[in-house]
């Protein structure tokens, strides 16, 4: 997927000069200057999270180093933005994925991060963590487990704990916690399924299941394990319906009189 969807951006990318010159310079230098999407990736986040005192060579050699040790990673990264543009109705191209939703962004810093922790360069990755809050108002522990076609859309003040997992193909919006319930020690934090949607500010806290398919309504506070294909919400959260589709995380439907929800 990676190769054709690079292809892809190209051809928007010479597109978007045509229409706006003024953004030449910058396409350029983000997109048309490489040869392939890991370059551009590691020359666009290296941009974004390098500081004062770790220049963007060093923080953009980083990149490089654990795009070569797991390609993986570029496949991913494809099928994220494959997701966001699949799901979030404002994009109608590829291009504005990499160069500028903060989400799609923040989740490539976050692999980077992931890929230093499972490494045993823990100190490097919390730095790559603390540059990745500060920069875009995501905080995802480095430690956390997470697959692919994953949307944070819109972003702003996600947290995500130490020992959650999120599955392939889930959508979390802003403002949501996957946290613990206190200062307990071990694994502590929510396993997310496929095909989730967390809708905006839900809190899902503890060493709990969301299961397949399921949604979280905007808002909820979820503290026990929730059925695959079952629609919660409220503080604290309870079952209400049943998601209108299989895969909740792509319709991004957040209406949850549409899963049967009469009244609380």
Known sequence: MAVELWQQLKTEAQEVIQQEPLLA????ACVLNHESLESALSFILA?????????????????????????????????DIRAVFDRDAA???????????????????????????????????LFIQSRNSEVFGVD???????????????ATGIVIGETSVIDDNVSILQGVTLGGTGNEQGDRHPK??????????????????????????????????????????GVPARTVGKPSSE??????????????????
């Not at 654990?66 to 993986?72: G, H, I, R, S, V």
């Not at 903060?102 to 490494?119: C, D």
Request: glycine letters at 8%; proline letters at 4%; hydrophobic letters at 45%.
């Open 192 to 233: 997310i399924r496929s095909g989730v949607l967390i809708a905006a500010g839900a809190k899902v806290l503890g060493n709990i299941e969301i299961g397949e398919g399921a949604k979280i309504g905007a808002g909820s506070v979820v503290l026990n394990d929730v059925a695959p294909h079952t629609t919660v919400v």
């Open 140 to 154: 995802i522990h480095p430690a956390c487990v997470m697959g692919k076609g994953i949307m944070l859309d819109h």
């Open 47 to 79: 941009n974004k999270v390098s500081d004062d005192v770790m220049p963007v060579v060093t923080v953009r050699e980083l990149f490089d180093n654990a795009f070569a040790a797991a390609p993986q990673m570029i496949e991913h990264a494809a099928c």
């Open 91 to 125: 994009i109608c191209s590829y291009l504005p994925v990499i160069l500028y939703l903060k989400g799609f962004q923040s989740l490539q810093v976050h692999r980077l991060a992931h890929f230093l922790w499972s490494n045993n360069r823990k100190q490097l990755a």
């Open 25 to 28: 310079s910058y396409v350029y």
């Open 247 to 264: 895969t909740p995380a792509e319709t991004m439907n957040q209406n949850i009189f549409d899963d049967g929800f009469s009244s609380l």
